[in-house]
């Protein structure tokens, strides 16, 4: 399950990879990675954000289950259509749902895993819906906050760069 975010957060980051320096073609454990302020590698990095995103979605789980929401038959039909839309993407991909996990999410990643992954992130979700609606905030104690904050909620920083078009 881990090799799944892990995989997840390179994809997310693959198409401007070049932009930050990485270089695709080469070991992730060999590059240090430029947006590792401890001057780690591309695999650290990538490894500890797996790592949050897992960490944080454990801890959804859990409030989940101590609020007492679970999976209902409207969550495994969504989980359901989920492995339906990777198998479909296998297929035209040209390989077997197998194949095209162990291709996209690790050698090791089974179906089993891509499942159980799913069926925590939807729980963590419906657990987030059901916090965020539960919250009942009206629109007169926004309206306050923002007259009391209006300071720090006004204000933008930028920053601006020039340079002469015939240095291009």
Do not use: H
């Amino acid at each position: 399950e881990m090799s799944y975010f892990f995989n997840v957060a390179y994809q997310n980051m693959y198409s401007y990879a070049s932009y930050l320096g990485l270089d695709t073609t080469k070991s992730l454990k060999s590059q240090a990675c430029s947006l590792d302020s401890n001057g780690g590698s591309w695999y650290d990095y990538l490894a500890n954000n797996a790592k949050t995103t897992v960490s944080d979605m454990l801890s959804l789980c859990e409030a989940a289950k101590e609020a007492g929401i679970e999976l209902d038959d409207e969550d495994r039909k969504q989980i359901e259509e989920q492995i339906d839309s990777l198998e479909s993407a296998a297929k035209t991909a040209g390989y077997s749902p197998k194949e095209y996990i162990r291709n996209m999410y690790g050698r090791f990643t089974k179906e089993k895993d891509i499942r159980r992954v799913f069926e925590l992130t939807v729980l963590a979700n419906k657990y987030t819906t059901k916090v965020m609606d539960d919250a009942d905030i009206s629109d007169d104690v926004l309206e306050s906050y923002a007259k009391e904050n209006e300071a720090s909620l006004t204000v933008a920083d930028y920053l601006s760069y020039t340079f002469n078009y015939k240095d291009l």
